[in-house]
């Protein structure tokens, strides 16, 4: 159990009860849609942007209490948890650490007040884990910012008012805050991913992207904004022990209520060991990643390196591997279309590539022990 304080125990309570009692009749129902009432309540009672400051209609606290809520929500309801994780760790979060004040106030306020979104971009059909091979470009023409290049497997563009795109400038490699419905900006076709969710490839031309709308720019400001990338990769992390603790706690009881050969299941040591290998690698992956959360938040700095990548990467196959044993318990009921178990699958399996991909964390790990040695006690 991680030991927290006071007011992050009654952020979990409040948030606990408010997803059991609000989340979760229809938590498995939203087929791919964004849950916005989910999101609208959760903005009314104060969640929605725990970690963004109070002026943007945030609750100004830190990353470590956003991750809490990413899992004590994603423990009932996986496509509210999605949301928050989104919306707390990665394209609002880039805003509100890089962006001017005219910028935080025009797009993180929609998002806090659970109206709108910002998406992140950042994938190409050609460029991948290998961001220096991106052909988005932002050049300097007659005075002006002009942007052209095109980005795929965007989340939530249509609920999103603007993405955070990473692009090429003169000086290196950058980011902006692209408004998706500038003139210029076309949707070339919209993606179903095998979660179910729609992800979005657009084209982009000619764009005039405001100078203020600029959020790093050069070596200096890129290094900053990759650093900061720790923090979705965390975000990530807390993501994937959500899917698995929702899993495991639906494999438990299920073990409890299905009865064959005159006892529980859960009673048979086949099941028993599952239930305690799920838990035991759930445990890990929980204080890998509140462990990483916790040090950065008290030193005032982004996640180091390979406390990340190592969080990222447990978490991705830990979740995997609880919700494959969880569904296993299940036998056929869970195997079937539509039930929490199969989408709960799904879900676990985008971790793996999502936020980076298991082998690139796997390569920050082993940079990280070239440069520093094996960590120290």
Not at 60 to 86: K, M, R
Not at 130 to 149: A, F, H, I, Q
Not at 353 to 374: F, H, M, P, W
């Amino acid at each position: 159990m991680l030991a927290l304080s006071a007011e992050q125990r009654m952020i979990v309570d409040s948030l606990s009860e408010l997803a059991e009692t609000e989340f979760a009749d229809d938590a498995f129902e939203w087929d791919g849609e964004t849950p916005w009432r989910n999101v609208e309540l959760l903005a009314d009672r104060g969640f929605l942007g725990i970690n963004i400051d109070e002026e943007y209609g945030g609750g100004g606290l830190s990353e470590l209490e956003a991750i809490l809520s990413i899992e004590v929500v994603g423990a009932v309801c996986p496509d509210t948890a999605q949301f928050l994780y989104e919306q707390q760790m990665v394209g609002p979060r880039a805003i509100e650490m890089f962006g001017t004040e005219t910028v935080k106030e025009r797009y993180l306020e929609p998002v806090t007040a659970g109206e709108s979104a910002v998406a992140i971009g950042i994938s190409e059909p050609e460029a991948g884990s290998d961001v220096k091979s991106m052909n988005t470009t932002v050049r300097e023409e007659g005075g002006e910012l002009v942007m052209n290049g095109e980005k795929t497997w965007v989340s939530r563009v249509r609920e999103s008012d603007a993405a955070v795109v990473w692009t090429h400038f003169d000086e290196g490699l950058g980011t902006v805050v692209l408004d998706l419905d500038a003139d210029g900006v076309e949707v070339q076709q919209h993606f179903t991913n095998m979660a179910g969710h729609e992800q979005t490839h657009f084209y982009i031309e000619d764009v005039v992207v405001p100078e203020e709308n600029v959020l790093t720019r050069g070596s200096d400001g890129f290094k900053r904004q990759l650093k900061a990338l720790n923090w979705e990769r965390l975000g990530s992390a807390a993501l994937a022990n959500a899917f698995a603790r929702n899993a495991l706690e639906k494999a438990l009881e299920y073990s409890e209520d299905r009865v064959q050969f005159d006892q529980a299941i859960g009673e048979f040591q086949g099941i028993e060991w599952k239930l305690a290998d799920a838990t035991k690698r759930l445990q890990a992956s929980r204080a890998l990643t509140y462990s990483a959360g916790r040090s950065a938040v008290e030193a005032g700095r982004t996640p180091d390196r390979l406390g990340t990548a190592v969080a990222k990467l447990y978490a991705s196959e830990t979740v995997e591997s609880v919700v494959s044993e969880s569904l296993q318990v299940h036998g056929a009921n869970g195997y079937q279309q539509g039930h929490p178990l199969e989408y709960l699958y799904r879900l676990a399996r985008g971790r793996r590539i999502a936020a980076g991909t298991d082998e690139i964390q796997k390569n920050q790990i082993a940079a990280a022990l070239r440069r520093d040695g094996v960590p120290e006690v």
